[in-house]
């Protein structure tokens, strides 16, 4: 069997799919891996690098992708400059990984199921034991939980930690994150690391220990119906809910200095949950971070990629912040990826075991024999 990684081609994308460690890994398993020159570059894995692993490197995209059994990628496949589109690259028949988000990629998808692709999103893995250590979700959510605080950190015109001088004491910086999943906990525990005062949020009471953990103060509120959709994943809250937490998000807002915001529905989609009556009670000085900007933002202020001030308090809004941190984001992307392979290789036989049965692999296939396959993702595109 075949591999291929092309080099990504998604607008500051700096990621690459497979780092030359896993790679090598997959060729130690008997698969053959190509990767486009320059795929590794941003995250500082040179061609040299892929070469010593064992893999050949092709000139460009459509070489590579004309031969492959199966492409790994991090983004969903997308048109290119030249204006032909990726999936047209890929051979027809051929399965592709990556993280897909495929209901914000409804084009994509329908283009994957028209080759035809088998097609698997790592963000669409059931959330099981056995499944972590192939989640791309969380490996990437972590990063971007570190490093949005460390954005806060940088905007923000106080300490993060208290100091005591001679020439006075600072008090800690406060710190108020909502929603506590992965990239929330990050957050809550990258804060404490840096000294500050921490409180955080989320619509799942189970979470409350797993603040607690990291050294973060529960706030909560007695919802009426609460959101838990199973799964870890969050359900979109009732209209009396949603006035019941934007009551506690107004006044606990106006005490920080720094709010990040990593609420999502369903894993994809960010709620709006600040409004500007809340930004506006803020004080001048603090900051907004809202890492759910992938998801189209937290904050009915946010602009999407962008740093606005909104009276005093700035409000960033960062797109894709795992392509800030390439070099780990892609080996942690890599074993992601590299462990989902090994789980379905089938040595004896040299080849990958579309095994239906699995939880895994059904529950991340998107296309399959021209078809979309993918419940959620049928469900959008009706
Ligand atoms: P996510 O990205 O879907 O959502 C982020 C957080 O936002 C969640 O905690 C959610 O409850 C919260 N949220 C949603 N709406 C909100 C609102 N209105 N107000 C406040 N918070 C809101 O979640 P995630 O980070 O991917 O994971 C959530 C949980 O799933 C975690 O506990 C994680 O450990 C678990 N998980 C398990 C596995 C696995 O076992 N394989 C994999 C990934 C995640």
Wanted: charge should be neutral; charged fraction near 20%.
């Amino acid at each position: 069997m075949k591999i291929a990684v092309p080099r990504e081609i998604r607008a500051g994308e700096t990621r690459v799919a497979l780092d030359p460690e896993s790679c090598k890994k997959l060729i130690q398993l008997g698969i053959e891996v190509a990767v486009e020159a320059g795929a590794g570059a941003a995250a500082q894995y040179p061609d040299e690098a892929y070469r010593a692993a064992g893999a050949t490197l092709a000139p460009d995209a459509a070489s590579l992708l004309d031969q492959a059994d199966f492409v790994l990628k991090v983004n969903a496949p997308q048109e290119r400059t030249d204006g032909t589109h990726e999936v047209d690259l890929i051979r027809p028949g051929a399965m592709l990984l990556a993280s897909i988000f495929p209901t914000r990629h409804l084009e994509a998808v329908k283009r994957m199921a028209a080759r035809p692709l088998t097609a698997f999103s790592t963000d669409c893995i059931p959330r099981t034991t056995r499944a972590q250590a192939m989640d791309t979700l969380s490996s990437q959510a972590n990063l971007v939980g570190y490093k949005g605080v460390l954005l806060g950190a940088m905007e923000l015109p106080k300490y993060f930690p208290m100091f005591m001088t001679a020439a006075g004491t600072t008090l800690p910086a406060k710190v108020f994150v909502i929603g506590a999943g992965v990239a929330g906990l990050q957050a809550i525990a990258t804060a404490k690391r840096l000294g500050a005062s921490v409180t955080a949020t989320d619509v799942r009471p189970e979470v409350k220990e797993q603040i607690e953990s990291v050294g973060g103060k529960y706030v909560g509120i007695d919802l009426k119906q609460g959101a838990s959709a199973g799964g870890g994943y969050a359900a979109e809250l009732s209209a009396e809910d949603k006035a019941l937490q934007a009551k506690m998000l107004a006044d606990h807002c106006a005490q920080v200095d720094v709010v990040i915001t990593t609420a999502l529905i369903g894993g994809v989609f960010a709620p709006k949950l600040l409004d500007e009556t809340i930004v506006r009670s803020m004080k001048p000085g603090s900051v907004i971070v809202d890492l759910g900007a992938d998801g189209g933002g937290n904050c009915t202020l946010s602009k999407l990629g962008e740093t606005v001030d909104v009276g005093g308090v700035k409000i960033l809004a960062p797109l894709n912040l795992p392509a800030t941190l390439a070099t780990h984001a892609s080996m942690l992307f890599s074993r992601n990826l590299l462990n989902f392979m090994t789980a379905f290789w089938d040595r004896s036989a040299a080849r990958f075991n579309l095994d239906w049965a699995d939880d895994i692999l059904k529950g991340c296939a998107v296309t399959h024999e021209g078809q979309v396959v993918h419940g959620p993702t049928q469900k959008a595109l009706n």
